[in-house]
């Protein structure tokens, strides 16, 4: 099933999807997302409002959306790290990672997906199963326990 939202000028659609939208009648729209159902039954109508109201209090849904991005972040932030020692010859090196690979064994090369520092946050995040506690239909606000 694909779900529209939004809406967007005839000259900033391409010609295809303006086509895509004149056949099944529906304005041209902004964001278009797909949701699989399992049978026929699951579908809607073309051109069909999806309210506040198509969820019910006590349903539980599966919610996605991006995390908080946190830009570059250091190891001990990123990954929990506890850092070098305070002492024992330790110099401006307290927060700092370490060693970045094996000696000669690894053949003295960073393994892939080793733990570093870097840009932390803003992927995708999906939240299973969380129950809808209330709905408001006309505001179209849907309040989730989680």
């Not at 779900?3 to 004149?22: A, D, I, M, Y």
């Not at 305070?86 to 080793?114: D, E, F, N």
């Amino acid at each position: 099933m694909q779900v529209g939202s939004g809406s967007k000028e005839e000259r900033n659609v391409t010609r295809p999807l303006r086509g895509h939208f004149s056949v099944n009648n529906v304005p041209l729209k902004r964001y278009l997302s797909e949701f699989r159902v399992r049978d026929e039954t699951g579908l809607l109508e073309v051109g069909k409002t999806i309210h506040a109201d198509w969820f019910v209090e006590g349903q539980f849904v599966d919610v996605r959306a991006n995390c908080r991005g946190m830009g570059f972040e250091g190891g001990m932030k990123r990954h929990g790290w506890k850092g070098q020692p305070a002492s024992h010859g330790t110099s401006l090196t307290h927060r700092a990672m370490g060693s970045a690979g094996g000696g000669q064994g690894s053949g003295s090369r960073v393994i892939p997906g080793k733990k570093m520092a870097g840009n932390m946050g803003g992927q995708r995040v999906t939240v299973q199963s969380l129950k809808v506690m209330k709905v408001d239909r006309d505001a179209g606000i849907v309040v989730v326990h989680g």
